[in-house]
């Protein structure tokens, strides 16, 4: 399991990276949304089957990933609430899964992810009790985001 928190973490902090030159305009929004494509292309591609505990463990990776990526492009687009109350939001994205509107859900959680990009913490009472299913692994992606924010900062320097 472990090797799939390091995929993820990697994959999060190429977001991040993206999001970085963004930030410093070495690229422009589209360039920026084009790279987070290209990332979305390569990580949540439909992968051959190789046994049932790997497949549900990429399944899992993947789905996090989504609210990650799905994040960093609401981001780039300016379309959230620099300063939202986090615990309505995600009660909100629940009601939508709850809902069958997955897609209204999703764009909760880039809502809220792309605050967490912006400097916005999730409070812990505000993760609990969230029942398991999309909207709970999608915010996996966005603690991810928050955890690579609060370590090293190597993903803000220009290396390419």
Known sequence: GEVFVNMEDDIILACLKVIAKFDREHLSGEDALG???DLRGIVLAEIEPISE????????????????????ECYVEGDFDPK????????????????DDVQIAMGYVAQIGAAVIGGKKIPKKALEDIPYGFVAEWLDGIESIAAAMVGADSYKKDDD
């Open 35 to 37: 790279a987070i494509a």
């Open 53 to 72: 505990d790997i497949d549900l463990m990429i399944d899992s990776l993947q789905t996090s990933l989504m609210g990650g990526i799905a994040a960093c």
């Open 84 to 99: 939202p109350k986090m615990k309505d939001i995600i009660k909100s994205a629940i009601d939508a899964e709850a809902a």
